[in-house]
């Protein structure tokens, strides 16, 4: 980031060309202390963020884009603009210490790791190398506000990628715009136009399902870069340092930075405030506070900003960014046996040990010209050389379609995430076998609780039973965790509000994993629980299952999880929620609600099916012997469900299979 990492300080005067055309004297650039102390503060925000601590605190990433356009668009306007130079610096600045952390992590990939688990990380490094993260992380079936649950320490770098793109194609803008008469208004209206087009696109891309679009595209985040790069122009022939000290500028630095704190405070992600509206006044106010705290005697805004330990952060702010997020990846609570705070206090130490080191050993002596000329080539083709390598070399590993020879350590690790986030139901995981026939199909079962009920039985039917192909059978359960129930509270029967830590986002990393290891060929989604849950907030509003709100909720929710399951390739089919033999009154609507959302869901999925396990259990003789209790299937109604399944997919597999 050029906000993270250390632009705006020149000394050099500038040619005379002013906004519009008309000649001005245009004052030098100096260095601004107080826009050190404002990186101090983005920076400190995002770590606290990635703590799992301050909500709003990813808005820190916002404050780094305007300090971005801000400072390189001064840059740009204030020097006649040499492209070439302009990229070295660039790359003098920002590559070394990114080599030097994919070589970091890794050694720690090779160091703490498993096996089987490295090569899922490749597509990670590679496009951190090629800043193009943030492409690839709109490809992917998390999204960022799951990254609590994820383990790949290079999640945080797709931030990096949009401001590379943004300093590759900016400076080309901007020559082109004052290849002439250098008339800086031609700036300032793309700039502002662009950061319209951008925050409107966002704005109208968001989607509450899948906020990957509006989250990480290029185009849909330079809103807040192009509104510093507007507020650059503005501030293009401002007198500096010689006018008298203005308090109203303090006014209004107070009244921005008070509004940026509460949206760091109550802003979520997730959720349509910050896509249509939040992010354009949190840009805005930042577009304020620099404003007000440059370019003049420093009031009381810029003297806070300026003061040493938020200067010092900023200084090192770049190498914070890198750092942090693997370092929180790696000192986790489970490995060092610490409680919450004393990870934390570890994690921020060893992130402020780590930045200083770079900044002091690697990024200051490079910046200043430790490397010129020929030696500078050279050195950059054996780094990239050695990073790569050692990229590769770390995630070297089996591929999705390996056995799982190492089947306990990833339910282990399933389940340290599932305690790691708090969850109070627990979250159970079986993968398959370890010794799995290279000719046997791979079946996944799961859904919400369901399955714990289910899959057994089904494991042991299908390890007994002779048809060809065989089939190998997993099973993820849940309970507490489904998309049964939105994230969010809940209300009880007697009318109280249960306040459920959100989960979804845990389940759906872990399925991730799952799907990426097992590689299974069917995956069947079992949905038990039917006619029993309570009123949700859905959209602010308290409603039932069959209401269409909920109806809709749950539809979009199956379409979403379809996506994730089928990653891999698998064929994937929907099994109806049966009606079971203590149904309440009005529960079997509900069953015929859920099911008809089924088939629904399976209706807008490619090669989705549904399996009509209701049909089946109702054709079964009520012996008393089928289901456990309310929801679920009991020991001898999950075998004589297996037995029905088993057939069917074979057949659905020999449908599939291509014509010899």
């Known amino acids: 980031m050029a906000g993270v990492a250390g632009v705006g300080v020149a000394e050099r005067g500038a040619p005379e060309d002013g906004d519009g055309g008309a000649p001005a004297t245009r004052s030098p650039l100096v260095h601004e202390p107080a826009l050190d102390g404002l990186r101090g503060v983005a920076v400190m925000a995002v770590v606290v963020f990635h703590m799992n601590r301050l909500p709003g605190g990813f808005l820190g990433v916002d404050l780094f884009f305007v300090l971005s356009g801000f400072l390189i668009t001064s840059l740009l306007l204030h020097d006649r603009i040499a492209l070439g130079a302009f990229w070295a610096r660039r790359a003098r600045r920002l590559l070394p210490a990114l080599w030097l952390l994919l070589v970091g992590v890794s050694v720690l990939l090779l160091l703490y790791t498993p096996d089987a688990e490295r090569s899922l990380f490749r597509d990670d490094a590679l496009a951190t190398l090629g800043y193009v993260t943030n492409w690839q992380r709109i490809t992917a079936t998390t999204s960022y506000w799951d990254l609590f649950s994820q383990k790949s320490p290079l999640e945080h770098m797709w931030s990096l990628a949009i401001e590379e793109q943004f300093y590759v194609v900016w400076p080309l803008v901007a020559a082109l715009l004052l290849r002439r008469h250098r008339r800086i208004d031609r700036v300032r209206n793309v700039a502002l136009g662009g950061a319209a087009v951008s925050l409107a696109w966002m704005a109208l891309t968001y989607n509450e399902s899948d906020t990957n679009w509006a989250y990480f595209s290029t185009p849909t985040r330079l809103g807040p870069t192009l509104l510093g790069a ?20 303090d006014i209004l630095a107070l ?22 509206g939040g992010l354009a006044v949190f840009a805005l106010a930042s577009c304020a506070v620099i404003w007000a705290a440059t370019g003049g005697p420093p009031g009381l805004v810029a003297r806070a900003l300026s003061l040493p330990p938020l200067r010092w952060l900023g200084l090192i702010s770049y190498g914070i960014y890198l750092w942090h997020w693997p370092i929180f990846v790696y000192i986790s609570t489970d490995r060092l046996r610490l409680d919450r705070w004393e990870a934390d206090a570890l994690r921020l130490a060893t992130t402020l040990a780590v930045a200083a080191a770079s900044y002091v050993g690697l990024e200051r002596p490079i910046r200043r010209g430790a490397l010129p000329g020929r030696r500078a080539w050279v050195a950059s083709g054996v780094a990239v050389a050695v990073t790569l390598g050692a990229v590769l070399i770390a995630t070297d590993g089996p591929t999705r379609s390996a056995t799982l020879d190492d089947a306990a350590e990833l339910a282990d690790d399933l389940e340290d995430q599932a305690r790691q986030q708090a969850i109070d139901s627990p979250i159970l995981y079986l993968p398959a076998p370890r010794d799995i026939p290279d000719d046997a199909a791979r079946l996944l079962l799961v859904g919400d609780s369901g399955p714990g009920a289910w899959g057994p039985e ?3 039917v299908a390890e007994r039973d002779g048809g060809a192909p065989p089939i190998d059978v997993a099973w993820a359960s849940q309970y507490g965790c489904s998309i049964v129930n939105a994230d969010g509270p809940t209300v009880a029967p007697d009318e109280t509000v249960i306040e459920d830590e959100p989960c979804h986002g845990v389940r759906r990393r872990m399925w991730r994993q799952l799907v990426e290891r097992y590689d299974p060929d069917v995956v069947v989604y079992y949905l ?89 259990v109702e054709s079964l003789p009520d012996d008393g012997t089928v289901f456990a209790d309310s929801v679920h299937l009991a020991p001898s109604g999950g075998r004589r469900a297996a037995r029905w399944l088993l057939p069917q997919v074979r057949d659905w597999l020999r449908a599939a299979a291509p014509a010899p």
């Not at 507007?230 to 500028?249: D, H, K, S, V, Y």
């Not at 990653?567 to 009005?586: I, K």
Request: net charge negative; hydrophobic share 40%; proline share 4%.
């Open 230 to 249: 507007a507020l650059a122009t503005f501030t293009l022939n401002r007198t500096r340092r010689t006018q008298r000290r203005a308090p109203e500028r």
């Open 255 to 276: 009244a921005a930075l008070f509004v940026m704190t509460m949206l760091v405070l109550s802003l979520d992600g997730t959720e349509g405030l910050y896509y249509r």
């Open 458 to 460: 089904l494991v042991d």
């Open 528 to 616: 038990a629980n039917a006619g029993f849950t309570h009123d949700h907030l859905v959209d602010g509003r308290w409603v039932p299952e069959c209401d269409p709100r909920y109806d809709a909720y749950l539809e979009q929710a199956l379409r979403d999880e379809a996506e994730l399951l089928t990653a891999g390739g698998a064929a994937l089919a929907y099994a109806t929620s049966p009606y079971t033999a203590t149904l309440l009154p009005g529960t079997r609507e509900a069953v015929d609600c859920r099911n008809a959302t089924n088939v629904r869901a399976a209706a807008t999925v490619p090669g989705a099916r549904v399996l009509d396990l209701n049909a089946y």
